[in-house]
Nanobody, 121 residues
Framework: QVQLVESGGGLVQPGGSLRLSCAASGSIFSINAMGWYRQAPGKQRELVAAITSGNSTNYADSVKGRFTISRDNAKNTVYLQMNNLKPEDTAVYYC???????????????WGQGTQVTVSS
């Protein structure tokens, strides 16, 4: 019913920047919080940043001051601007969204398929 599609990943040198996008589509009545997570090889998935429908934000300590999360409610899209990237930022990045679909009484957390970010010289 709901699909989340990420884009914008790739290979970048240390100190470089990337902007990730995640667009939600389908039978969407409302979206509450949206967020970005990442998972590096051999590690657990971890929160990178999250944003509420009221634009309150939360960041992992490791990315504060370097990453910025934002959203466009008209487009059902969340963004992650990543600056001053470091090799330790290398991971698969996933977006999620807390969605209420038409005809449903319950919110459900949907996930995207992930996009690879590699920071290397």
């Amino acid at each position: 019913q709901v699909q989340l599609v990420e884009s914008g990943g790739g290979l970048v040198q240390p100190g470089g920047s990337l902007r990730l996008s995640c667009a939600a589509s389908g039978s969407i009545f409302s979206i509450n919080a949206m967020g970005w997570y990442r998972q590096a090889p051999g590690k657990q998935r971890e929160l990178v940043a999250a944003i509420t429908s009221g634009n309150s934000t939360n960041y992992a300590d490791s990315v504060k001051g370097r990453f910025t999360i934002s959203r466009d409610n008209a487009k059902n899209t969340v963004y992650l601007q990543m600056n001053n990237l470091k090799p330790e930022d290398t991971a698969v990045y996933y977006c999620n969204a807390d969605v209420l679909t038409y005809g449903s009484r319950f919110w459900y957390l949907y996930w995207g398929q992930g996009t690879q970010v590699t920071v290397s010289s």
